[in-house]
């Protein structure tokens, strides 16, 4: 009886190691060890950690700069004034014209019917810091835009090349009806390198101050500039951002392995309960 449960005890573990080396197998484990490379690159998801921070800094900048503009201070908490600044610069605060409406139309909805001085003010921050950036893509759809881009066979025909612009056209700043004048592999390379410009650029800030060989930061020059080390510190914590994320999604498949060889190991080791006894037939 020992010896039966012992060998369920040991399909149970087998079954953990199994579990996880079907992960490592799949080529997840190895990325999770060393999420901040993909071969002899930075990995996607450092790069586009580095990405999403700065447009998170540049909304912050903004919104920041907004507060301590002049004519922001010099509104203090008169509703009028701060009014008349949203009408001012409308797109700032992603106020928009609806159709058969006017800008005075559109800036009351904004501001609302006799709001407070400090939920307006509170309002206005909020809308300056969400539309900084309303215009670009966020990390993962740029690098999903990439990614299928690279799984494009290169010898693509025009309807292969319509049916994927179809499919990223959004994200291209192209019709999806199938109206799009990209017609060869070449136009759409070169719409497809624009639009993820912003990871070329971020990949080249990491490998500016990350040393990919020894899969760590570089030192920072003594003469460097304030940009150089906004940047360094910009890579700095985006590898640690990564690491910290890579590591939560290890430590849940881990447990999600675990937890389910653990079920299937209390039911191997579970004790059976007596059968009952067979009536005597009479």
């Given at each position: 009886?020992?010896?039966?449960?012992?060998?369920?005890?040991?399909?149970?573990?087998?079954?953990?190691?199994?579990?996880?080396?079907?992960?490592?197998?799949?080529?997840?484990?190895?990325?999770?060890?060393?999420?901040?490379?993909?071969?002899?690159?930075?990995?996607?998801?450092?790069?586009?950690?580095?990405?999403?921070?700065?447009?998170?800094?540049?909304?912050e900048t903004a919104k920041k700069e907004f507060i301590e503009s002049a004519t922001y201070k010099a509104a203090g908490d008169d509703v009028t004034k701060l009014s008349e600044i949203v009408k001012g610069n409308p797109q700032k605060f992603g106020v928009k014209v609806e159709d058969g409406k006017t800008l005075d139309d559109a800036v009351n909805a904004f501001v609302g019917e006799n709001p407070k001085?400090?939920?307006?003010?509170?309002?206005?921050?909020?809308?300056?810091?969400?539309?900084?950036?309303?215009?670009?893509?966020?990390?993962?759809?740029?690098?999903?835009?990439?990614?299928?881009?690279?799984?494009?066979?290169?010898?693509?025909?025009?309807?292969?090349?319509?049916?994927?612009?179809?499919?990223?056209?959004?994200?291209?700043?192209?019709?999806?009806?199938?109206?799009?004048?990209?017609?060869?592999?070449?136009?759409?390379?070169?719409?497809?390198?624009?639009?993820?410009?912003?990871?070329?650029?971020?990949?080249?800030?990491?490998?500016?101050?990350?040393?990919?060989?020894?899969?760590?930061?570089?030192?920072?020059?003594?003469?460097?500039?304030?940009?150089?080390?906004?940047?360094?510190?910009?890579?700095?914590?985006?590898?640690?951002?990564?690491?910290?994320?890579?590591?939560?999604?290890?430590?849940?498949?881990?447990?999600?392995?675990?937890?389910?060889?653990?079920?299937?190991?209390?039911?191997?080791?579970?004790?059976?309960?007596?059968?009952?006894?067979?009536?005597?037939?009479?």
């Open positions: 009886m020992v010896d039966a449960i012992n060998n369920n005890r040991d399909a149970v573990y087998t079954g953990i190691g199994a579990g996880v080396g079907a992960v490592a197998g799949a080529g997840y484990g190895a990325w999770l060890s060393k999420p901040l490379l993909k071969g002899d690159a930075p990995s996607d998801a450092f790069v586009r950690r580095v990405y999403d921070n700065d447009v998170k800094n540049a909304a001085a400090a939920d307006l003010k509170s309002k206005m921050e909020k809308a300056v810091f969400e539309n900084a950036n309303v215009d670009k893509k966020s990390g993962k759809e740029l690098t999903k835009l990439k990614n299928a881009f690279a799984k494009l066979d290169e010898k693509a025909d025009e309807n292969a090349i319509k049916e994927f612009v179809k499919k990223h056209g959004e994200i291209l700043g192209e019709k999806t009806d199938g109206t799009s004048g990209i017609k060869t592999l070449a136009e759409l390379k070169t719409k497809v390198e624009d639009a993820t410009k912003p990871l070329t650029e971020a990949s080249k800030k990491i490998t500016d101050h990350f040393d990919v060989s020894k899969n760590s930061m570089k030192e920072l020059a003594e003469n460097a500039d304030n940009t150089a080390k906004s940047a360094f510190e910009a890579v700095k914590k985006a590898a640690k951002d990564t690491k910290l994320w890579a590591g939560a999604k290890w430590a849940a498949i881990g447990l999600a392995v675990l937890g389910a060889c653990s079920y299937i190991g209390s039911k191997l080791t579970a004790p059976k309960a007596p059968a009952e006894n067979n009536q005597e037939n009479a």
